[in-house]
């Protein structure tokens, strides 16, 4: 008797695979330093607007984001002060000053701080200087370096830094959806490589191991980003197990990965079965289909982001899931932005009110958890345009030809 297999699943083998894939980021441009001063100048627009009259900028994803800076926050305080009229100061330790500057897109002065000297002292003497009374502070600052500013002038008002970082962030460029769009590509070419090497027995670990390397084979230099194989009752854990179980014919595969292009993120996830679908797998997956595509027709322009975790919910709540948080349901939110960072603000999520603008990105991934037998997760993004919501990857086709590779035979 023929064994009866999902369509793009299982026939081949690692290197095969491997051989056939190719480097997809000939045509990647990185952001430019004109792009890197027009997000200093829409940051400075937002803090006039709001009163105030600058913001620190921690080293980490923001002080990337808007100076092209990479530099990894660590116990030493290390990062941006930037005032409603432009002018930038970076301030930093006198032994690393030299390393800044080499890692530098936008180039200004460092104050620096020798190691028995107080950093905040130093930030809040330029705010006086400055004459700084409103001072936005990033939202990645840890506590005890806020704390520390905050005993250094009692005096100085405080304002949540993340009102300029996420109104700026949210709202991708041109350039920055194009490499999005190659991150993505990338990481839906390796989904339908990993699906063709599967084989029962095969343990998860061996297939992170394949992803990573076929990431790399696509143009990822450090590979996977990110990576969660599992089978089984083991898919109904939505970010895995200790020790997840090898693959048996009938199982769910669940695959959720994604990569890297020059800081910018991919996070895509599969689901299909190992074999044949029994009528329960279909069910299931049909629902988790149906309410990704209910939450991504809610998403439009002017709209509040909890609108399409509103009509995912709701609709699983009208086919027995849920409801709410409950499983068998939806236990997480619909969905989060995504750029620098793979989640970030704002999220589709009820109370999440921010309404939705051209160029906001997203994850839409209402999964449905079955504790006992197994979750589905079909994860795409999509960004919004003047004409609404647009998907980076079009979503999984069907349970029994996940990657539509029917519909690219007849073309």
Known sequence: MTLKMTIGVGGSDAQTQLAELTNMTSQVQAISLEEYQQRIQRATAQMKKMGWDAMYIHAGTNLSYFTGTHWHPSERLVGALLTAEGHLQYIAPYFEIGTLQDFMQVKSEVKGWQEHQNPYQLLVNSCQKLEVKTLGIDEFLPYTMFNALQKADPELIFADGKQISQYCRSRKSVTELALLQTA????????????????????????????????????????????????????????????????????????????????????????????????????????????????????????????????????????????????????????????????????????????????????????????????????????????????????????????????????
Not at 203 to 211: D, G, K, L, T
Request: proline share 7%; net charge negative; glycine share 10%.
């Open 184 to 411: 993505k590509n990338m990481t839906l070419q390796v989904h339908k490589a990993a699906a063709r090497i599967l084989h029962e027995g095969i343990s998860a670990q061996e297939v992170v191991e394949f992803i990573n390397q076929a990431h790399q084979a696509v143009g990822a230099p450090k590979g996977s980003y990110f990576c969660i194989v599992l089978f089984g009752e083991d898919t109904a854990y939505p970010h895995g197990v200790k020790k997840p179980k090898p693959l048996e014919l009938g199982d769910m595969v669940l695959i959720d990965t994604g990569c890297e292009i020059e800081k910018y993120k991919s996070d895509i996830t599969r689901s299909y079965v190992f074999g044949e679908p029994t009528e329960r797998q279909r069910v299931i997956w049909q629902a988790e289909k149906t309410a990704q595509a209910m939450a991504f027709d809610a998403a439009q322009l002017g709209q509040p982001c909890e609108t399409a975790d509103i009509a995912a919910r709701g609709y699983l709540a009208s086919q027995g899931f849920g409801p709410d948080y409950q499983t068998p349901g939806l236990p997480h939110r619909t969905g989060h932005g995504i750029g620098m960072d793979i989640h970030e603000g704002p999220y589709l999520v009820r109370g999440d009110q921010t309404p939705l603008d051209v160029g906001m990105c997203f994850s839409n991934e209402p999964m449905l958890c079955v504790p006992g037998e197994f979750g589905v997760r079909l994860e795409d993004h999509f960004y919004m345009t003047t004409d609404g919501p647009k998907w980076f990857t079009e979503p999984s086709h069907s349970i029994d030809d996940p990657f539509a590779l029917n519909l690219s035979n007849k073309s």
